[in-house]
């Protein structure tokens, strides 16, 4: 077994070409598909951070959100910004690289270097586009299981993740209870509701509606930047609190005195909410918005295991800790108990927290001291 | 670790390496000297999001959560030992909680204060103001005891609902005292339950 070598010889971490920032990875796969298809080759950009155990037992896999990147803790490559959860991943942080053997990887059907639409389709060299096969999150997950493979992880110590992110650490915990010792699921939930699917559809469809979608065949023209930016725009609103926009921009006027009885950006929260949606498609591909908003909206945790979402975690060791924020009205705590009620239900070891925060379902992003001892303390227990 | 004397008397009495859910409870204190001192599979249910954070810090696995509420989520028996230590009198529906009690766990620990100790009645008597005594600190507009029982309020219970109390402790000044007078001389009750 190659999985046995690997764990076996201590790879040498300066000369081994697998670990480090911006790595890519092609496997051979075949990936086999929930909808069916096959894909082959499967590519994966992905970064490590510190150094892994000669008995690779320090790997934690940190999940990202919809549209985030392998960049968990590196400045990204396009923006310039810092990692998107430095608050987090980083030495002396609670995911602690001077501890841990931290992994990131950009999901399937995302833009930043793994397998999606912009990929090219090997049957005729030109990009997937609308081709590229559905994805679920359970896709998502096996595809890492592979990188894992690669990497010499037979099992992890821990998967972190928010959002989209915990949906990853439910999915695993579920697919592959053996190689999951503890799984830390934040702001997220087990299924999308009719509202969830409601505010991608309106996404999806701002999209689709703009003329430089072309059917998605849009990569050697213009990208479709308008719709994606008013998806951009109305996905922005779902993240934050009606509080914590009041807030911020409450109805103060864009650097202008009074109303102009025009349609220009008169009020800041407008304003905001644009420089959101164009600061977005230069770095996001629309496809990618429509596959991967496709697999969440697909993700039902409990209709994978026959309806019961306590069978999804029938017999488990692995330890969870699950974390809400009392303004996320994306995923409201109701969703997380659910998880937590399923759990113990399966008679698991779960944590469960309500965090008070002003800022809604961006919380989990955000500096929250409350969330930075849980998820420390929690790993610090288990790994 | 000092534990308070009821828990004392708890912790002593669960056998190593028991399933023990632990309702109220706090930042862990008990939960911890359980899993550390005699390797208890513990698992807690606590009220206040800052104590489960403290507990969870601990490594222990606690879930945010109402006794009122939300023990309705755990599966029958799935516990050796359902725990509330201090809480029972804080709850809105106490019978019902420890009719879910004993659903969960197939024992149960229950501790209480106990509001006829003479204390509480001297002060009752005497003053005519409500009690505001080493043990129920709290005045009566800032309490969060809203159910006040004594010990033979309790034994009186327990008969109604054919419980079975296998054992019990009473403990005046942090020591145990006399079953005999416990109404009149204990400040806390520690019982031992099952169906």
């Given amino acids: 077994m190659a999985r046995a070598c690997l764990a076996s010889i201590p790879p040498t971490m300066s000369s081994d070409r697998r670990f480090g920032p911006s790595r890519t990875v092609t496997l051979s796969g075949p990936l086999r598909l929930d909808g069916g298809a096959t894909l082959a080759p499967v590519e994966i950009a992905y970064e490590t951070y510190g150094t892994l155990a000669a008995d690779a037992s320090n790997a934690v896999l940190v999940c990202h959100a919809l549209t985030g990147d392998q960049h968990v803790a590196s400045e990204h490559p396009r923006t310039g910004k810092p990692g998107w959860w430095t608050r987090m991943v980083g030495p002396g942080k609670p995911v602690d690289t001077s501890r841990h053997f931290v992994i990131c990887a950009n999901v399937l059907g995302s833009c930043m270097g793994s397998s999606g639409p912009a990929s090219a389709d090997p049957a005729t060299g030109r990009p997937y586009a609308m081709r590229f096969p559905v994805i679920t999150i359970r896709d998502m997950v096996r595809a890492q299981g592979m990188l894992l493979d690669h990497l010499g992880v037979a099992r992890l110590a821990a998967v972190v993740g928010g959002s989209m992110g915990g949906m990853q650490a439910l999915s695993w915990a579920a697919t592959y209870p053996d190689r999951v010792r503890a799984a830390v699921v934040i702001a997220s939930t087990a299924r999308h509701t009719a509202q969830n699917i409601a505010f991608h559809e309106v996404g999806r469809q701002a999209v689709m509606a703009d003329p430089n979608w072309r059917g998605g065949d849009y990569y050697d023209r213009e990208p479709p930047a308008a719709g994606l930016a008013v998806a951009r725009m109305a996905a922005h609103i779902t993240y934050l609190s009606e509080a914590g926009l009041t807030e911020k921009f409450g109805r103060k006027l864009q650097a202008r005195d009074a109303k102009s009885f025009g349609f220009d950006a008169d009020f800041q929260v407008e304003s905001y909410l644009r420089h959101q949606g164009l600061s977005f498609v230069d770095r996001f591909d629309a496809n990618s918005y429509l596959y991967i908003t496709r697999a969440m909206d697909y993700f039902d945790l409990a209709e994978e295991h026959g309806g019961r979402l306590a069978d999804a975690f029938r017999g488990t060791a692995t330890r969870f800790c699950v974390v809400s924020f009392d303004t996320d009205w994306l995923y409201p705590t109701a969703e997380s108990r659910g998880v937590v009620h399923a759990l113990n239900a399966a008679g698991a070891a779960a944590s469960f927290v309500e965090l008070s925060s002003p800022f809604g379902h961006d919380a989990f992003l955000l500096e929250s001291p409350e969330l930075s001892r849980v998820v420390d303390g929690f790993l610090r227990s288990v790994a | ?195």
């Fill in chain 2, 1 to 195: 670790m000092t534990l308070r004397p009821d828990l004392r008397v708890i912790a002593d009495h669960i056998e190593p390496g028991a399933r023990v859910l632990d309702v109220g409870c706090g930042e862990g204190t008990l939960m911890a000297a359980l899993r550390d001192g005699k390797g208890v599979d513990a698992r807690g249910l606590e009220i206040d999001p800052l104590n489960v954070a403290a507990a969870v810090a601990r490594g222990l696995s606690v879930v945010q959560g109402d006794a009122d509420v939300d023990l309705a989520d755990y599966p029958d028996g799935g516990f050796d030992y359902a725990i509330l230590s201090q809480t029972l009198q804080t709850t809105r529906a106490p019978d019902r909680v420890l009719d879910e009690l004993l659903r969960i766990g197939r024992r149960a620990f229950v501790s209480f204060p106990n509001f006829a100790h003479w204390r509480v009645r001297a002060s009752l008597l005497w003053g005519g103001r409500m009690p505001v005594t080493r043990l129920l600190p709290e005045r009566w507009y800032d309490t969060p005891n809203i159910h006040h029982l004594t010990v033979d309020d309790f034994r009186a219970h327990l008969d109604d609902r054919g419980v079975t109390a296998e054992r019990a402790w009473f403990l005046a000044r942090g020591r145990r005292t006399r079953p005999a007078a416990a109404n009149l001389l204990a400040e806390h009750a520690v019982f031992l339950l099952r169906l």
